[in-house]
């Protein structure tokens, strides 16, 4: 007899995927956060899989990396996504853009959950957005439980910003005080060695 599949914990499934970003999330860490039996877990997958690949209107897709699922475009829109990463819009960074690439380039390698605490927000976004403009790019997998992506800024990186290496940043002096104040000196410091203006 084929199991009924809850449609709510189809939608929780979604929701969770979504916000562990390129993470992913096993089948074991789906199963802790549905509170449900992996069997139904695995059913609620395949209805998640299935209704993207009958929906034309949906870009998006369930996909297996390394034993996570992640959300992920679907590839017949592979040439459609290249004409946008080629072609930027050419909006200066935003601040949190700014923040992320300040943290990645001091502190890189560094995973995207070190990231999200260091500016105590979600960071998929500006991430995606420095990715996408070659500013950073994954640097490998850290050794720690999940293998999570650790981040590094590139070559472009170094030449927008006049560097030969990362060695040449400027040194951050951070005073033993609160983490707040911490993180509003590192970013004041960064800002003004840097200024990233209109293409």
Same mark, same amino acid.
């Given at each position: 007899?084929? +199991?009924?599949?809850?449609?709510? #914990?189809?939608?929780?499934?979604?929701?969770?995927?979504?916000?562990?970003?390129?993470?992913?999330?096993?089948?074991?860490?789906?199963?802790?956060?549905?509170?449900?039996?992996?069997?139904?877990?695995?059913?609620?997958?395949?209805?998640?899989?299935?209704?993207?690949?009958?929906?034309?209107?949906?870009?998006?897709? #369930?996909?297996?990396?390394?034993?996570?699922?992640?959300?992920?475009?679907?590839?017949? $829109?592979?040439?459609?996504?290249?004409?946008?990463?080629?072609?930027?819009?050419?909006?200066?960074?935003?601040?949190?853009?700014?923040? #992320?690439?300040?943290?990645?380039? $001091?502190?890189?390698?560094?995973?995207?959950?070190?990231?999200?605490?260091?500016?105590?927000?979600?960071?998929?976004?500006?991430?995606?957005?420095?990715?996408?403009?070659?500013?950073? +790019?994954?640097?490998?997998?850290?050794?720690?439980?999940?293998?999570?992506?650790?981040?590094?800024?590139?070559?472009?990186?170094?030449?927008?910003?006049?560097?030969?290496?990362?060695?040449?940043?400027?040194?951050?002096?951070?005073?033993?005080?609160?983490?707040?104040?911490?993180?509003?000196?590192? +970013?004041?410091?960064?800002?003004?060695?840097?200024?990233?203006?209109?293409?």
């Amino acid at each position: 007899m084929e +199991m009924e599949i809850d449609e709510r #914990v189809v939608g929780m499934i979604e929701s969770f995927l979504f916000i562990a970003g390129d993470e992913g999330l096993t089948i074991q860490q789906l199963t802790v956060l549905t509170e449900k039996e992996e069997s139904e877990v695995v059913n609620s997958l395949e209805k998640l899989l299935s209704n993207y690949e009958l929906r034309m209107d949906s870009g998006i897709t #369930v996909k297996l990396f390394g034993g996570a699922y992640r959300l992920v475009t679907k590839p017949i $829109y592979a040439d459609d996504i290249k004409r946008l990463l080629e072609n930027p819009s050419p909006q200066s960074i935003t601040k949190a853009s700014l923040e #992320v690439l300040a943290i990645v380039a $001091y502190k890189q390698p560094v995973t995207r959950v070190e990231i999200d605490d260091l500016r105590g927000v979600k960071s998929d976004g500006p991430l995606n957005t420095l990715i996408s403009r070659g500013f950073i +790019m994954e640097k490998g997998r850290s050794d720690g439980t999940g293998r999570a992506i650790l981040y590094g800024t590139t070559d472009l990186f170094l030449d927008r910003f006049g560097l030969s290496s990362i060695e040449e940043l400027p040194p951050l002096i951070i005073e033993e005080e609160n983490e707040a104040e911490d993180t509003d000196l590192f +970013m004041t410091q960064f800002q003004e060695a840097f200024t990233i203006e209109n293409d």
